[in-house]
Structures are given as structure tokens and as C-alpha cells.
């Protein structure tokens, strides 16, 4: 169901989650809001949930379908803490269940340019979907459905709009299988990085950019070997930039600037490739560049 780029205001209606055959489920860039999210069918078949810039405000929606794998709620007014389960908590309050593992097939989380408080959950390193190869019985099987149309006229599915690289950028959806992406950028996040994010490694982009992080880049995020893009700009990071980032040999955009570190800028690997001076400006205690 394709509904973006309507004037839609107001709620989301609640019957919406009892189309049973709801696979796909675009109302980006409309006027919606309220604080109340439609209960989806835990064990539905929904993939794809893109509510991307529109006015839905209050805790971060949780209630979608254990298998979906591409959820994107940026650009929106959402406050609070990040919830470290998205599926069974429905009333977020003080206390953050620690799992997230009912998400196993989330490929995609964009949480960016909301009003989100607190730490980055450890939880998010059972998100097995983030892990490794894309699941061919899963997404796969929806561009399968797409480009048949269940029989009818082909269907033309919009672009996912996310940050890539330091840009917007669409997402072609015949293509969705291919991108693993984690961002979490423009909210007030602080607290330290968790070194558990490591255990992402099929990530091509993570971007945790403007927050209030702080403490050091985890070593642990060298072991992101599919990474492409990192964003850590405009936090209050600290130490040195780990040695290890030589080993990021997928590595083409990269940014630190605007943080507190301190030491030898790594020479080595794609390390070398990063010479733009932007990409370091704003840390007075680095050198080597």
C-alpha cells in the first residue's frame, strides 16, 4: 500500500492493521501525526514500514510484525529513550526490556532527525539481520511480488529516501536486499558507543552523527569489513581513532569531525584514502594529517 506524498493529516487509522495481506506499507513525506501507532499483527507479513518525514511525535512506535526488515521513522518529532525492543513494548516508560531479538530480519533502521534521548541499546547486536547475507526467502520473495504485481500491472515502488554517504539518496527497491543500514543520526543519544555494535558486520552505512556521545570510538567497529560509510561527526568523542580502522577496506566515506579526539590519525588500508581535512576538523588534539 503506497500512500506517500499525500496531504494525509491526522492519525493513522487503527483498522489499518487488519489488512491481513499487507506486505508493504508507504506513508512517507505526508502531514500525519498523533502518538498512537496502529497495532500490527506480531506474526503479520509486513517487510516494509516507511513512515519517513511526517509529525507523528511521542515514544518511538513498537508495534509492528517480528519479520519486518525495513523501518524507517526519520524525520519525525519522536522523543524520549530509544526503545531497545521495537516489537513487544507498548507503552514505553522508565523500564527498557534488554532484547531486541524478536527483530531478527531488520536490515534497515532509520531513527534519524527525531528527539530521542538516552543510550544506544546494547540490543541492537542481536539484530541478525545485520549479521551477514540477505535473506532470500524473505525481501527477495517481496520484489518478486513487486515486479509481478500478484498478477495485475506491475507495481512501482517508490525509492527508499535515507542518508547515504553523506547525501540523500534513494534506494531502488528492486535493489532493498543489497543495503544493510543503521541510523540513529540528528536525535540527543548520549552515553558511549557500544562496542557491540561490531557484531553488525554486513553494515555498509552506519551514521550516529549529531548526538551527545561521548568516551572513545570502540576498537570493535573495525570489524564492520562491509562498512562503507561512517559518520561519528558532531559528538563529544573522545581519545584516539582506533588503529584497527586500517582494516575497514570497504571504507569510502568517512567523517570525525566536530568531537574531542586526540592522537595519531592510522595510516594504512583505505585509512590512506582519507585526506579531505574535513573529515578530522574540529579535534584539535588529533595530528598526523
Known amino acids: 500500500m503506497m500512500l506517500d506524498r499525500n496531504n494525509f493529516s491526522g492519525p493513522i487509522p487503527q483498522s489499518i492493521s487488519q489488512i491481513s495481506s499487507l506486505l508493504l506499507l508507504d506513508l512517507s513525506r505526508n ?3 498523533r502518538n498512537i501507532f496502529p497495532v500490527f499483527d506480531r506474526q503479520g507479513i509486513m517487510l516494509y514500514a516507511d513512515f519517513l518525514s511526517n509529525q507523528f511525535s511521542g515514544e518511538v512506535p513498537t508495534t509492528f510484525p517480528t519479520n ?23 507503552n514505553l516508560q522508565r523500564s527498557i526490556p534488554k532484547t531486541i531479538s524478536n527483530l531478527k530480519n531488520l536490515r534497515i533502521l532509520d531513527i534519524s532527525s527525531n528527539n530521542l534521548i538516552g543510550e544506544i541499546p546494547r540490543e541492537f547486536a542481536n539484530l541478525t539481520g545485520m549479521f551477514g547475507a540477505p535473506n532470500l526467502s524473505s525481501l527477495n520473495l517481496v520484489n518478486i511480488i513487486i515486479s509481478s504485481g ?41 552515553s558511549e558507543i557500544q562496542a557491540s555494535l561490531g557484531a553488525l558486520k554486513a553494515l555498509k552505512m ?21 562498512l562503507e560509510g561512517l559518520d561519528l561527526s558532531h559528538n563529544k568523542l573522545s581519545g584516539p581513532i582506533p588503529t584497527a580502522f586500517t ?17 595519531q590519525i592510522p ?15 574540529n579535534n584539535s588534539g588529533l595530528c598526523g594529517f
Open 150 to 190: 500478484f498478477g495485475f500491472n506491475s507495481i512501482v515502488v517508490n525509492e527508499l529516501i535515507v542518508n547515504w554517504k553523506k547525501s540523500k539518496q534513494g534506494l531502488p527497491s528492486n535493489n532493498l536486499d543489497m543495503y544493510f543500514l543503521l541510523d540513529l543520526s540528528n536525535n540527543q543519544l548520549s
Open 267 to 281: 595510516v594504512g588500508g583505505q585509512m590512506n584514502t582519507m585526506i579531505d581535512e574535513n573529515i578530522y576538523a
Open 68 to 90: 519486518i526488515e525495513i523501518l524507517a521513522l526519520g524525520g519525525n518529532k519522536f522523543s524520549g529513550a530509544l526503545p531497545s525492543n521495537l516489537t513487544k513494548l507498548r
Open 206 to 226: 552506519l551514521n550516529l552523527s549529531y548526538n551527545k556521545l561521548s568516551g572513545e570510538i570502540p576498537a570493535s567497529l573495525s570489524d564492520l569489513q562491509n
Open 247 to 263: 582494516k575497514l577496506q570497504q571504507l569510502t566515506t568517512l567523517d570525525l569531525s566536530n568531537n574531542q579526539l586526540a592522537g
Open 31 to 33: 502531514k500525519l501525526s
